[in-house]
């Protein structure tokens, strides 16, 4: 099992960046996929990114497609996620999950990280 920890949120004005980290500890990443999500107030969770450790290819949800960059540092373990062109509807609880490579089930969860982007 992957333990999970995001960080990096905040407050950012309308058109600010933000870089959130999912730093893992207890295993590496290998053989994990991980992904980002965010669940924004009455809304449901929403997937927004995912990149395998093995092949690090990125796949985007089109509601962050050319704003949002996922990325890894193996040395690190981490994963980050850099989100520019905020909007206020960017504002949610971002979460970093993994599941295994192949699978469907994402079995590990962060705690999540507030972002709140004001206009």
């Known amino acids: 099992q992957v333990q999970l920890v995001e960080s990096g949120g905040g407050l950012v004005q309308a058109g600010g960046s933000l870089r959130l980290s999912c730093a893992a500890s207890g295993r590496t990443f290998s053989g994990y996929a991980v992904g980002w999500f965010r669940r924004a107030p009455g809304k449901d969770r929403e997937l927004l990114t995912t990149i395998n450790w093995s092949t690090s290819i990125p796949v985007y949800a089109a509601s962050v497609q050319g704003r949002f960059t996922i990325s890894k540092d193996n040395a690190r373990n981490t994963v980050y996620l850099q989100m520019n062109s905020l909007k206020p509807e960017d504002t949610a609880i971002y979460y970093c999950?993994?599941?295994?490579?192949?699978?469907?089930?994402?079995?590990?969860w962060g705690r999540g990280t507030q972002v709140t982007v004001s206009s």
């Open positions: 999950a993994a599941r295994l490579q192949g699978s469907t089930v994402w079995t590990d």
